[in-house]
């Protein structure tokens, strides 16, 4: 489990960034961190692996002050993806890129291959083990990345708008994944933005504003609520907005997945149904 | 318009592969986009959205080299013949990333840039810098430098630095990829207020066409570098939806409800592609 | 030597006397201190020249950046003084450890009150760069946007390289570890991938910049121009007296170090 207990972090320059940052993290968690920019969404990631330690409060991962510890030592338990894979690869070939934190962590040379084909097969890149991953495209090096963190099969994920320049079915595949990994037992932590993906993946959703934690619950809850989406910069996701127009009809004011839209609407377009063929 | 719209951008058998590409990245185009049309231009990644773009513009075949098969004219130029500076004043292109658009120490520089280039008056340059700043709001912003502003600042000067080469198209290549969800209804909204006011083609690559679907009357879907739809955005959303969604187009999640329930029979009539008509097709239902 | 030395380098934005001077006019001040300061070795000359720059870092606000950029020449001050204490006399020592502090503080002075900005429009300007630039690069503004470009990327990449230091540390990448062989190996990673980031903003940003007629087929005009104002013609007449006075005396007279 990561504790984040009453978290503040101040930049050197004296900016706050962060103010009294309570969290749990354990194994099966699904969690989308929210939030305008600047908001501090990275920041806070930043802390969960040591990179950065906090000016007030601790964080302890498995039992562990993150001030005693090493980034190194704490990045075998939390994986975190950065959101340019271009701030990671620098390998001759994929292979290579994703053996890089397997080697940095002592594994066997054995044991590296074979965990660099597994993983590599996990994400659909076996085919590319042997290319450069300049020659790879956007895509493609996001998930290199993603595969660099995930072989050393941390149980900590997280990732870093990991939906921007994706198309719907590359998201559907991310989305596939990290259910994969939650349900091994996995903690998954997203950083987005992306309103819809969050609406039909229901994480637990924390939504930051100006360093606080201003909302803490289920998807549904959380985006249904026009203030605090507003606070966010974000927009209500497309159901929730459609079903604010339908609330005479006695439908809830919470959706926000398509599925669960349909339904509700089924429900009662099915009545409406029966009712005009009685009518005639 | 007093005059009937006239085709801006025609194509014919365009395609274009690049050096040292195993296939061509666009083939067989054959494209007619009238004036002031608001065009959503999709696609799976790799379709080859941005190519096209790039040909709209000049850097395909300018800054980008690579075979180059049929006919393009943009605004009565052909582009094969024409240099990318020529082309700038008729095609603005705005960028995915917003940061790396911005060039000069400050953002009245920047916008000034463009027009600097055209060798124009400075009296000239002057006011074409003052009027783009106002129609974009960031008069405010004149003398930050680039890195101090947010992504939706940054997009909105690039638009500005754009617009002061008075265009009469502007390409915008998935402008609000990095842009949070309010940011980039902002920069959506502005870009059709631009286009009313002045008069603009607006052509927009996105993935996600929620975002596009309230303000684009047209849509142009790409494969595998071809065209497989051209239409109407409701016309396309209601008859060709399969497609789409086989495609791994981000259809509107409106659009995907109605088809959903028309499919079960509890709803008829075309599928609406915002939420507004979406709202106003479901009560339509209901009181029935 | 941290970074914060470089503080006293880096560019003020205000709004002083010195810093509207004219780019071109500050640059010959340098040169105005430069050529007395290369020309003589006495002790007296450079306690001068030290002392005469010091109302322009008062009336330009940058006195205290200018004591940082001291202490980064603390160093080199000092070793400067001790070599020169081995080849010579104590008082030579003394002499060249204050011209170096004197060539510090003037560019020093000069960095800190001249925009990048105005510098590549000075760039612009000057004959010699235009030229060159046209023989090297085919355009004559080529040099002086190369110049521009660089800077405005500096923020940028600064960035860039502390993420790229956070995102490999996060892959167990331990950067203060290991024999000095294994640190500079250590480096690659980091390296490699900031190199392809510079690119490939530079690569998007002549995209950007060419999408805007860059470099357009005729003359380019400028919507910010230099002006040389009174106050800039009576200093360059200044400094073109000192330069050539300092000559004159060079050549007349042998000046001793004490």
């Known amino acids: ?280 | 318009m007093a005059h009937a719209p006239r085709e801006i951008i025609l194509a014919k058998n365009l395609g274009f592969q690049y050096v040292g590409a195993r296939k061509a990245a666009i083939q067989e185009i054959e494209l007619t986009i009238k004036e002031n049309e608001f065009i959503l231009l999709t696609g799976p990644s790799g379709c080859g959205k941005t190519s096209l773009c790039r040909c709209l513009n000049g850097l395909i075949p300018n800054f980008y080299q690579g075979e180059w098969t049929g006919e393009l004219l943009v605004d009565g130029l052909s582009v094969t013949t024409q240099l990318t500076s020529e082309l700038s004043r008729r095609v603005g292109y705005v960028f995915q990333n917003p940061e790396n658009q911005l060039f000069a120490l400050t953002v009245e520089k920047d916008i000034a840039f463009g027009p600097e280039n055209l060798g124009l008056s400075r009296q000239e340059i002057r006011q074409r810098v003052d009027e783009a700043m106002n129609v974009t709001g960031t008069l405010p912003l004149k003398d930050l430098a680039p890195y101090e502003l947010s992504g939706g600042q940054q997009q909105r000067v690039a638009l500005a630095g754009v617009l002061a080469m008075k265009p009469s198209v502007i390409v915008l290549d998935e402008p609000t990829s990095f842009l949070d969800p309010r940011t980039a209804e902002e920069v959506m909204k502005a870009t059709d207020d631009l286009r009313r006011e002045l008069g603009l083609t607006i052509v927009v690559v996105e993935h996600r066409l929620d975002l596009v679907a309230r303000y684009a009357e047209r849509i142009i879907v790409m494969d595998g570098g071809k065209v497989v739809a051209d239409g109407g955005l409701e016309e396309t959303l209601d008859e060709k939806f399969d497609l789409l969604e086989g495609l791994g187009v981000g259809v509107p999640r409106v659009s995907l409800l109605w088809t959903m329930l028309r499919r079960d029979g509890l709803v008829s009539g075309k599928v609406p592609t915002h939420v507004e008509s979406a709202a106003a097709s479901l009560q339509g239902m209901m009181n029935q | 030597m941290s970074l914060r030395t470089l503080e006293g380098f880096k560019f003020s934005t205000l709004k002083t006397p010195v810093h509207l001077l004219d780019p071109r006019t500050k640059f010959l001040i340098v040169i105005a201190v430069l050529v007395p300061a290369l020309l003589f070795a006495n002790i007296y000359v450079m306690i001068v020249l030290l002392l005469s720059q010091i109302p322009l870092l008062l009336v330009g606000r940058v006195a205290r950046r200018w004591a940082l950029s001291l202490r980064a020449g603390v160093f080199l001050s000092a070793l400067i003084f001790v070599v020169n204490l081995f080849t010579g006399s104590y008082l030579s020592a003394i002499a060249l450890t204050l011209r170096f502090l004197v060539l510090l503080t003037s560019f020093s002075l000069f960095f800190m009150t001249t925009s990048p900005d105005d510098l590549g429009l000075a760039l612009d300007r000057i004959g010699a760069i235009r030229w060159l630039s046209r023989r090297w690069l085919g355009y004559p503004n080529a040099l002086s946007f190369t110049f521009t470009t660089a800077v405005r990327l500096v923020p940028t990449l600064a960035v860039d390289a502390q993420t790229v230091v956070d995102a490999q540390r996060s892959r167990g990448l331990e950067l203060d570890k290991g024999n000095l062989l294994k640190r500079v190996r250590n480096y690659i990673p980091i390296l490699i991938p900031l190199l392809l980031i510079a690119i490939r903003r530079s690569l998007e940003l002549a995209e950007a910049l060419e999408s805007r007629g860059f470099p357009g087929k005729e003359g380019r005009t400028s919507l910010f121009q230099l002006k040389l104002r009174p106050v800039d013609y009576a200093i360059i007449a200044f400094s073109l007296v000192a330069i050539t006075g300092s000559f004159w005396v060079f050549f007349h007279y042998k000046i001793p170090v004490l």
Do not use: C, W
Request: aromatic fraction near 6%; charge should be neutral.
């Open chain 1, 1 to 280: 489990m990561i504790t984040l207990d009453k978290v503040s972090y101040t930049y050197r320059s004296g900016q706050r960034a962060l103010t009294d940052i309570d969290l749990n993290l354990e194994g099966g968690d699904f969690i989308a961190i929210m939030g305008e920019n600047g908001a501090g969404k990275t920041t806070l990631a930043k802390h969960l692996n040591g990179l950065l330690k906090p000016s007030q409060g601790r964080v302890l991962v498995d039992g562990e002050d993150t001030r005693k510890v090493s980034v190194a030592k704490l990045s075998r338990k939390v994986g975190l993806v950065f959101q340019n894979p271009d701030h990671l690869l620098f390998s001759e070939t994929v292979k290579d890129e994703v053996a890089f934190g397997l080697k940095n962590f002592g594994f066997a040379p054995e044991v590296v291959e074979k965990q660099v084909m597994r993983t590599l097969e996990a994400l659909g890149l076996a085919e590319y083990a042997e290319t450069s991953p300049f020659l790879l495209s956007g895509g493609e090096r996001k998930r290199v990345a993603l595969a660099a963190i995930l072989a050393t099969e941390p149980d900590y994920l997280i990732l870093d708008e990991p939906t921007i320049g994706q198309d719907y079915q590359q998201k559907e595949r991310l989305r596939n994944f990290i259910l994969q990994l939650y349900s091994q037992g996995k903690a998954v932590v997203m950083i987005t933005h992306d309103v819809e993906f969050v609406a039909e993946s229901n994480p637990m959703v924390i939504l930051l504003s100006q360093g606080r934690i201003v909302a803490r619950g289920p998807a549904d809850s959380v985006l249904s609520k026009d203030e605090l989406v507003k606070k966010a910069s974000l927009v209500r996701p497309q159901m929730s907005r459609l079903f604010s127009e339908l609330t005479k009809y006695g439908f809830p004011s919470d959706v926000v997945d398509v599925h669960r839209a349909r339904i509700l609407l089924e429900e009662k377009l099915s009545e409406v149904k029966v009712r005009v063929a009685q009518n005639s």
